[in-house]
């Protein structure tokens, strides 16, 4: 019958199944020892991390709170007043001017120009000198176009002629460096001879 067959296979197969069976306790056996050293083996030392030093956070300063305050408004300065100039800063100022033209009429009878500029303020030396000046002159007076095409044709020209006798009568303040130098004509007019103004303690011609 093919059923006992099969009982015939398994019985033979017994003997070695169980052959199997006892190799496998015995290694089982075997195999406990070697897992509990293994898990006994030294496990290298824990370091414990030093615990990290907690700073404080700063807290925001205090801004102290400050009552507005409106700005002050720019002091204005007092408009000059010719009437404050007192009579002794007059006569002297009158004099130190009077002296000034007296010189300035030497050096133009001498026809010396160079020391005449020295006389010019800046700003009125570096108009002479400019080619603005020569246009507007020009245009102003045409019998000069030929004649004056430079400061120095302008000072021989029109200065050396018309200005070498001047005289001073009197003055007049405009700022407090600032004056008008007047002169008396024939008929008793005056009329305006030079503007001066006061530079590093030297009066200088502005026009």
Known sequence: MP??????????????LLYNFSMKKYFCFLLIPFLFFASC????????????????VP???????????EPEAPVEEAAFDPGNVSQEVYETT???????????????????FDTWLLDLSDDY???????????????????????????RDYFIRV??????????????????????AYSEDARGQRV?????ENVEGKWKITN
């Open 3 to 16: 059923g006992n067959g099969l009982w015939h296979r398994v019985f033979d197969l017994l003997p070695f």
């Open 41 to 56: 083996e030294t496990k290298p030392p824990v370091v414990a991390e030093a615990p990290q030093e907690i700073r404080p």
């Open 59 to 69: 807290e925001p300063p205090v801004i102290a709170e400050t009552e507005y305050t």
């Open 94 to 112: 009158l004099v130190d001017i009077q002296q000034l033209v007296l010189n300035l009429n030497r050096i133009i009878r001498a026809r010396d």
């Open 125 to 151: 030396r570096n108009w002479l000198n400019s080619s603005e000046f020569i246009i507007d002159l020009h245009e102003r007076y045409p019998a000069f176009r030929e004649t004056v095409r430079s400061a």
């Open 159 to 180: 200065v050396v002629p018309s200005r070498a006798n001047d005289h001073v009568d009197d003055i007049e303040f405009i700022t407090e460096t600032q004056v008008k």
């Open 192 to 196: 305006v001879l030079y503007s001066l």
